[in-house]
């Protein structure tokens, strides 16, 4: 008791020093001081321990003439050397939670009642927040640090009461009596826990009234991951195979939890959501959004899933953004853990981030954890969103798909298929991404950069340019249940469990995922960027007269116009002229002036960076592009040759480019392209033949430029089959034929001057002699090295007269002899020796 009078003094110390900031209210007061008994003790209790908040409540009942808290009561026979008690224990500097025990004051009351069976004590619960109520705060650093259901430290606590203590409000609730609880005969423990349970839910209670409510699902989630039997038995499974006991293989599973789950929290989204305001409008020129009405339609009823194409880190953010503004709940978002740096990626945690590690391999408990928490979220009907791209596309054209968060969806939804899941393509266009210069070293072939928190400042420093529009478009949703009745009839009738994969599963979630990759190019927002970037990289010296863009721009949009690519592509608004002034207020593109009018041409810088905007559009005009190139090299061509011709080369086109149309579809499409190309004077038409324009004309031009599109696939494809030819069969495996593909691709690309660094991807060219394999033009022997079909270079040259120029070929074709060549001695030398 000594102690008593000194701990007074610096409290009374503490409370005058606050109260130099702080500004405080009382909420309810007038209610309360109603049901309030003053002829009975009166105890306050508050939910966590906090000297400020106590030295508010003080403040508070000295302004309204009631009991203060830090005044001794008298119970009983007893003294309480304190008027107040707090019913969780502190949380520690870093905020991490400490175990729950009986409140010690709370104990010493039960038992003075015990002793005295005529007196009553009335306890007070009371709340304070700082700040304003989050679903009224307009200000993005006052909601940083404002109420929320996480835990929080008290270095927190300070830096809230710095930003928030102006408006601090005072809830006083109606005070509940010990005597009425006791009177129920439950014993002393029971009662005790009684209590604690009232006020544990009155507290509940009343922030949910006051800041929303608690959406953060961590707190309930990751200990309930340990029960469930996938995780259970790979508890058992690690603890046997790291010889370790099942209590260290449980903790490391909870360690995995905490690592991967989000704290999504309300005030969090909202301070993105003021925050991202701010930054679509100082940054970009705002967001084009389309299709959205329809998916807040088809969502009712379903678990959604949003696989977005993956274009920038602000991807992340833009959807969460749109969503919460739209009405819609914001998703989980899956997260690459490389995001979790300090401050971003708990802000991106408290946001709906959840975190993966890039590889589960040779981790089977962290990968039934990982799988049990996103089959968490689907049962529950938390959105979710994921990238099937995997990373970000560094050269603007769709990557191929990870199915690894497919596969785990599939196989949740074949555990337990009650809640039907819906997939909702998100296609991101940029008129001007964020990330520009980093991608334009990496298209150079600089290597990935990792992220930084210090990326945050080359963002303000981006604050100079102007970037444009950002172009959203909601596509058609693919229900899962649908899909899985197409591909695999008699699915719901199988015996489905945890454990549970079919034979079918690997080729249905491959297939999955073409369809949503598909899907998102269906979606494709063309913008001006991506046509100018089209025009001006079809040209031999990336330049062109300013009328003469002009009249291309005009006949893409045409074309595009005549036959859409799809009902949720969208295209720009205006004509060809007004496109190429926007471009230039954005400085994508130079000029040149002189007496004969203006030229515009691309910079080295620009030259290579526009190559990721085409390519965003490049599936949009790959098929016209195409039917073009056959016209390059033959004036006339009947409709059945062209279909031959387009029917071989399809397959390869679609497969790299994700083309929606199937196989049956592409006659009549074909059609309605030939049709269009008539219509616009690229093309006449005698009866069944199709004739081009005069080699001196200008719609000739327009169609060699529109081929231009295309020719660089069609020369990778080219590579391939010759160094194949020449090297003859059973004489290259997949790996080695994809090395020499890319190297020859970067040495002709140096030959020919080609500023297109994805021409020598060694991802396309996998892709593509996988796609050969499929379609059975290849084939691998015991040993893996490749086979070919016997007609396969009659029926290659044939194809690549049509669309590729004699220059070219003749290039492709001595590159590949000389290899051949080169590589015969050196094949001897090495047989000698041995």
Request: proline share 6%; charged share 20%; with cysteine.
């Amino acid at each position: 008791m000594s102690r008593l009078p000194v701990r007074r003094l610096l409290f009374s110390i503490l409370r005058r020093v606050l109260y130099l900031w702080v500004r405080s209210e009382s909420i309810n007061q007038s209610a309360f001081s109603v049901n309030l008994d003053r002829s009975q003790p009166v105890v306050y209790v508050m939910q966590k321990p906090s000297l400020s908040e106590l030295a508010v409540l003080d403040a508070e009942c000295s302004k309204a003439g009631l009991p203060r808290p830090v005044v001794p009561v008298q119970v009983g026979d007893d003294l309480e050397p304190a008027a107040f008690f707090f019913l969780s224990p502190a949380a520690s500097w870093n905020a991490r939670p400490t175990r729950l025990t009986p409140a010690p004051a709370l104990v010493r009351l039960l038992q003075a009642l015990e002793r005295d069976p005529v007196q009553d004590v009335q306890i007070v619960p009371v709340s304070v927040f700082w700040g304003q109520s989050p679903a009224r705060e307009t200000s993005p650093w006052k909601l940083l640090f404002a109420d929320s259901w996480a835990v929080t430290g008290r270095l927190r606590r300070v830096i809230s009461i710095l930003i928030l203590g102006r408006k601090t409000r005072v809830q006083f609730s109606s005070p509940i009596h010990l005597r009425e609880l006791m009177a129920m005969d439950k014993g002393p423990e029971r009662t005790l826990r009684m209590i604690h349970r009232i006020l544990r839910v009155h507290f509940r209670n009343q922030k949910t009234a006051v800041i929303g409510p608690d959406v953060s699902h961590r707190r309930n989630l990751v200990k309930g991951l340990v029960h469930a039997a996938p995780v259970r038995q790979a508890i058992q499974d690690a603890a046997e195979r790291e010889g370790i006991s099942v209590q260290r293989a449980e903790a490391q599973a909870l360690r995995y939890g905490n690592e991967i789950a989000s704290d999504y929290t309300y005030t969090a989204v909202r301070f993105l959501e003021l925050v991202l305001s701010w930054f679509w409008n100082k940054i970009y020129d705002g967001i084009r959004v389309n299709h959205l009405p329809r998916i807040q339609e088809a969502v009712h009823g379903h678990e959604v899933i949003y696989v977005p194409c993956h274009r920038s880190h602000i991807d992340y953010l833009l959807l969460s953004y749109l969503l919460f503004r739209s009405g819609l709940t914001p998703p989980h978002i899956a997260a690459g853990i490389n995001l979790n740096m300090p401050i971003v990626g708990s802000l991106l945690r408290r946001g709906g981030a959840f975190f993966m590690r890039r590889s589960f391999k040779g981790n089977p408990l962290y990968t039934a954890v990982f799988n049990e928490y996103l089959h968490t979220l689907f049962s529950r009907r938390f959105p979710v969103e994921y990238f099937v791209e995997g990373g970000r596309s560094r050269t603007g054209r769709m990557l191929q798909p990870k199915t690894g968060m497919l596969a785990i969806t599939v196989r949740s939804f074949l555990r337990s298929s009650r809640q039907p899941i819906l997939f909702v393509p998100v296609y991101i266009g940029y008129e001007r991404v964020l990330e520009g210069r980093t991608y334009l070293g990496e298209l150079r072939g600089a290597a990935k950069k990792k992220e930084s928190i210090f990326d945050i400042f080359k963002v303000i420093g981006a604050l100079k340019q102007r970037f444009g529009q950002v172009w959203v478009n909601f596509g058609e949703p693919l229900p899962l249940a649908s899909f899985l009745d197409q591909e695999q009839p008699g699915w719901r009738q199988q015996n489905l469990g945890p454990d549970y994969r079919p034979a079918w599963l690997t080729d249905a979630t491959n297939r999955l995922a073409q369809r949503v990759a598909q899907r998102l190019n269906d979606a494709t927002a063309v913008n001006p960027v991506n046509l100018v970037a089209l025009a001006l990289l079809s040209t031999s010296r990336l330049a062109l007269d300013e009328r003469a863009l002009a009249r291309i721009l005009d006949l893409y949009l045409a074309l595009l116009r005549s036959v859409p690519y799809s009902p949720h592509t969208t295209l720009p608004d205006g004509n060809g002229v007004e496109l190429i002034a926007y471009v230039k207020e954005l400085e994508l593109v130079a000029e040149q002036k002189d007496a004969l009018g203006n030229i515009c041409y691309l910079d080295e810088q620009n030259a290579v960076l526009m190559t990721y905007y085409r390519n965003n559009v490049l599936h949009i005009l790959a098929l016209p592009g195409l039917l073009a190139s056959f016209f390059q090299s033959s004036a006339r061509m009947s409709r059945e040759q062209i279909l031959r011709y387009t029917r071989a080369l399809y397959p390869y086109l679609r497969a790299e480019l994700f083309i929606r149309w199937e196989i049956d579809e592409l006659d009549g499409v074909v059609d309605r392209w030939l049709e269009a190309f008539v219509e616009h004077g690229l093309l006449k038409r005698d009866g069944e033949v199709y004739v081009r324009p005069a080699p001196s004309s200008r719609q000739f031009v327009l169609l060699t430029l529109l081929s231009r599109a295309i020719v660089q696939t069609l020369q990778r494809f080219y590579m391939a089959i010759a160094l194949l030819l020449n090297a003859g069969q059973h004489s290259l495996t997949a790996e080695a034929l994809e090395d020499l593909c890319t190297v020859m691709a970067q040495r002709l690309s140096i030959l020919h001057g080609l500023n297109a660094p994805e021409f020598f991807d060694k991802s396309l060219f996998r892709h593509f002699i996988a796609t050969l394999l499929e379609q059975g033009v290849l084939r691998r022997d015991d040993t893996g090295r490749l086979s070919h079909h016997p007609l396969l270079g009659e029926l290659a040259e044939g194809a690549a007269k049509r669309v590729l120029p004699a220059e070219i070929r003749l290039s492709i074709r001595q590159v590949a002899l000389d290899r051949h060549t080169d590589a015969e001695p050196a094949t001897e030398h090495s047989a000698g020796e041995e």
